[in-house]
């Protein structure tokens, strides 16, 4: 069976399509029965759908048992996004679309932050519906390095910086590059989230950057 997941680009949000060895009633089941992968989150309300991977609860627009499940997100981050989950055979098993969208004319600004957590929600979605186990790496936050940054073609560049964030401690200003974080080299902003999300508040940390061809090097806590 293939079970490779297939990625669309949308100008409004985020497609993925895969097949899962779940036959289409059990992978059903399995999404009009998901719950919270963590006790510290709350559960739907009354009448509300809870959507996996994605962990928060929807209002419900439409729904076809077995075949599509569309919903309004009703809680942060992201409320107000719709969802709409579609299911058919393949086989003995169930191809799933998952589709995202609705972001607000924002969107393609905040895009690399926001893909940096649809990598997870992607592979947890499959893991739900593969296996019926709601991992909820989506829930992990992750801190700020206390300025805006910029996907470039050399990697990030810093923008507005904030008033004593990391990067001001590091002496970082807007237009530097970041070369490393905490020793890791981070050239986009899927690796600069991994790399937060590992880091303890508080724990000191050293960035490297360039500025008009010289190398400097500043730490600061989180």
């Not at 970082?172 to 905490?182: F, M, Q």
Request: proline share 6%; aromatic share 8%; charged share 25%.
């Amino acid at each position: 069976m293939d079970d490779m997941i297939e990625e669309r680009h949308r100008d409004d949000g985020f497609e993925v399509t895969f097949v899962v060895s779940a036959p289409r009633d059990i992978a059903w089941e399995r999404l009009a029965t998901a719950t919270p992968a963590s006790d510290a989150v709350a559960p739907p309300g009354p009448g509300q759908w809870w959507i996996p991977a994605v962990e928060g609860a929807a209002d419900e627009i439409e729904v076809v048992p077995q075949e599509r499940l569309h919903v309004r997100k009703a809680t942060v981050p992201c409320e107000g996004t719709e969802i709409v989950v579609t299911m058919e055979d393949a086989g003995t098993g169930t191809r799933i679309t998952f589709v995202q969208h609705g972001f607000g004319p924002h969107f393609a600004e905040g895009r690399p932050w926001l893909e940096a957590g649809w990598w997870a929600i992607r592979a947890d979605l499959y893991v739900f519906f593969e296996h019926g186990v709601a991992c909820g790496r989506h829930l992990r936050p992750w801190s700020s390095i206390g300025c805006d940054v910029a996907e470039t073609p050399g990697g990030l560049t810093v923008g507005a910086v904030q008033a004593g964030g990391l990067a001001d401690q590091a002496g970082a200003t807007t237009g530097d590059l970041i070369l490393t974080v905490a020793g890791a080299p981070v050239v986009n902003v899927r690796e600069l989230a991994v790399l937060v999300r590992a880091r303890r508040p508080g724990t000191d940390t050293k960035v490297r950057y360039l500025r008009e061809g010289r190398v400097l090097s500043g730490s600061g806590t989180f």
